[in-house]
């Protein structure tokens, strides 16, 4: 089943608007935790400076991510297994996060990112990635 615009199977780019929404919902969590986080910090003797750091490094991240994901979308075998392979990282993440009292956002993220990858392997995909 091919998208016929772009020659891209609807699999693929079913999995590239999953990943874009995982990336995007880890960007929102990541301003909401700083700004929570920055707020319940102020009094504290350490400072906000770790805190900022982190979120800076977590954007910058997820902009690297961000163009996995295009590249993955354009048919780049390399960053379908990058996002195989932090897939798997964050799905392990969830399984530590669920042992101590994870969230339900955790384990929606977990699933979405599971159907993406997944996704990317079916329907066509792997004819897909090795014609580009």
């Known amino acids: 089943m091919a998208n016929t615009t772009s ?4 699999t693929v780019t079913v999995a590239f608007v999953i990943w874009l929404i995982v ?5 929102l969590s990541g301003v909401i935790s700083l700004v929570s986080g920055s707020a319940s910090d102020a009094a504290d003797s350490v400072g906000t400076a770790p805190l900022v750091g982190g979120a800076i490094f977590a954007f910058i991240l997820a902009i690297v991510e961000l163009i996995i994901v295009f590249k993955m979308r354009d048919g780049r ?8 392979v932090l897939a798997i990282l964050q799905l392990i993440g969830v399984g530590v996060g669920a042992a101590s009292g994870g969230n339900a956002f955790g384990w929606i993220g977990g699933v979405a990112v599971l159907v993406a990858t997944v996704l990317m392997y079916v329907g066509g995909a792997n004819g897909y990635f090795r014609r580009h």
Not at 77 to 84: P, Q, Y
């Open 77 to 84: 075998n390399w960053a379908r297994i990058v996002l195989t």
């Open 7 to 10: 020659g891209r199977p609807t």
């Open 23 to 27: 990336v995007l919902a880890n960007i």
